[in-house]
């Protein structure tokens, strides 16, 4: 079974300043996706950026990159010149291509944007 | 618009009162999911469908029931809610042959 890793539980950072949100994830699968998504307190889920495990550019939007790092099964995402509407719970997800459609969740890493 | 929308937003019943979280897309997507949000445990997939009259178990199934007699429908069925089930719950649909997949407003339940 897929399993997704996220070991930051709470993440702050200063607005306009850099982070890095870590996920690593494990699968025997040649073939998948990966998401970033943003829950701000809302609770809508916002897909922030995906990534196709067989391309090995790494997908970028606006402010939003992400590294990933396929034989080591990592999949971290970096967001630049932090905004203080950045303040959400992310959330890393897995998925198969083909198959079930399921998205496979880490447990969240909440980031506070601080002015 | 392209929605997903749930309803209830907030929910509050007592233990053992059967109740129905409804689900509906405007845009035709095969697949269509339900996923429970609990604190430290990120989301977990209840039930999906990859069409009308397909159903299958995710990974949290126990204590639910889901139906799917239109493609645009897909309500959650709790029989008998209990204490456990207080949670936070996400519909999403996604079409078939992509990725992005769209999720409705969430329902906070309270089951006590």
């Known amino acids: 079974a897929q399993t997704v890793t996220q070991s930051q539980p709470e993440m702050s950072v200063q607005e306009a300043e850099t982070v890095t949100l870590s996920c690593t994830y494990d699968?025997?699968?040649?073939?998948?996706?990966l998401f970033w998504y943003k829950q701000p307190p809302s609770r809508q889920m916002i897909l922030v950026i995906r990534q196709e495990a067989y391309k090995q550019q790494n997908a970028t939007e606006n402010r939003f990159s992400v590294n990933f790092q396929k034989a080591a099964k990592s999949f971290s995402l970096k967001i630049s010149d932090s905004q203080l509407g950045d303040t959400a719970m992310y959330f890393c997800?897995?998925?198969?291509?083909?198959?079930?459609?399921?998205?496979?969740f880490g447990k969240g890493t909440k980031l506070t944007v601080n002015p | 618009e392209a929605q997903v929308t749930q309803n209830p937003r907030y929910l509050i019943t007592v233990t053992g009162k059967k109740l129905t979280v409804t689900c509906s897309q405007n845009?035709?997507?095969?697949?269509m999911s339900w996923y429970r949000q609990d604190p430290g445990l990120g989301l977990r997939q209840i039930y999906y469908?990859?069409?009308?009259?397909?159903?299958d178990k995710g990974d949290v199934p126990e204590g639910y029931k889901v139906s799917r007699k239109e493609k645009r429908n897909f309500p959650l069925i709790l029989e008998s809610p209990s204490p456990n089930q207080t949670s936070l719950y996400f519909c999403?649909?996604?079409?078939?042959?992509?990725?992005?997949?769209?999720f409705g407003q969430g329902t906070r339940l309270t089951v006590v």
């Open positions: 997800a897995f998925m198969n291509q083909g198959g079930s459609e399921k998205l496979v």
């Open positions: 999403a649909s996604r079409n078939w042959g992509h990725t992005e997949a769209f």
């Open positions: 469908s990859m069409n009308v009259e397909v159903t």
């Open positions: 699968t025997s699968e040649s073939n998948y996706y």
């Open positions: 845009m035709n997507h095969e697949y």
